[in-house]
């Protein structure tokens, strides 16, 4: 299986040279660790700022240095700051290639539900709708099983929608998972998975022969 690292490694094989990238809260920000060397990707964060680096060592943290989810960051050379008004403006604009978000239920239409339980608080919706409608690549990183060991890969969400049929691949521990007319398309295993254990894991139709390969990485 694949640790959050691993999640965030596997995502950074989409990104490509020159992209505009918003690595939404949680696994997605680990992405930033892993940016191929000579790769230049510019990534965007919704509270102002394009140009992140990776996470500071420890006791080289600025707290004035945050992204959207509050973790401190670095900046890279020639990185800006501005307000979240053009910040969205970015977004809405179509400016981001490439948006990798966590998720608490994904479809097998490819719809997302993140940003609300019912009945629990949440503090706003943050830039998951804005991400999920104007960006041209939506990624999502995430556990393929909730806390009570069921699957986040359903025939249909039953949580509030983020997005319809945005989503265009899913990372998880136990693989990658494209979609087609049916449903969830198994990709690529994670290493030491078998095709078995992620079908019992997965709710929604899920066309899997047996030969995916597993993960690797150059």
Request: charged share 20%.
């Amino acid at each position: 299986m694949l640790d959050k690292n691993g999640i965030a490694r596997t995502i950074a094989r989409e990104l490509r040279d020159g992209y505009y990238v918003n690595l939404g809260i949680g696994i997605p920000t680990l992405v930033a660790n892993f940016i191929p060397n000579g790769m230049e990707v510019q990534l965007q964060s919704e509270n102002g700022l394009l140009g992140m680096g990776p996470f500071p060592w420890e006791g080289e943290e600025d707290p004035d240095l945050i992204n959207a989810g509050k973790q401190t960051i670095t900046t890279l050379p020639g990185s800006v700051f501005f307000d979240s008004a053009m910040s969205f403006g970015m977004i809405r604009a179509g400016k981001v290639d490439l948006t990798v978000l966590g998720a608490m239920e994904v479809s097998q239409k490819g719809d997302i539900a993140n940003w609300k339980i019912p009945g629990k608080m949440v503090k706003g919706m943050g830039g998951a709708m804005d991400l999920v409608a104007s960006a041209r690549h939506i990624v999502v990183a995430m556990q393929h099983v909730n806390k009570a060991g069921e699957s986040k890969l359903l025939p249909q969400c039953t949580l509030p929608l983020t997005g319809l049929a945005c989503v265009q691949k899913v990372v998880t521990e136990l693989g990658v998972f494209g979609f087609d007319d049916h449903g969830f398309v198994l990709l690529e295993r994670a290493p030491g998975v078998g095709v078995e254990h992620i079908k019992t894991h997965t709710r929604g139709f899920l066309t899997a022969h047996g030969s995916e390969p597993e993960i690797s990485w150059p």
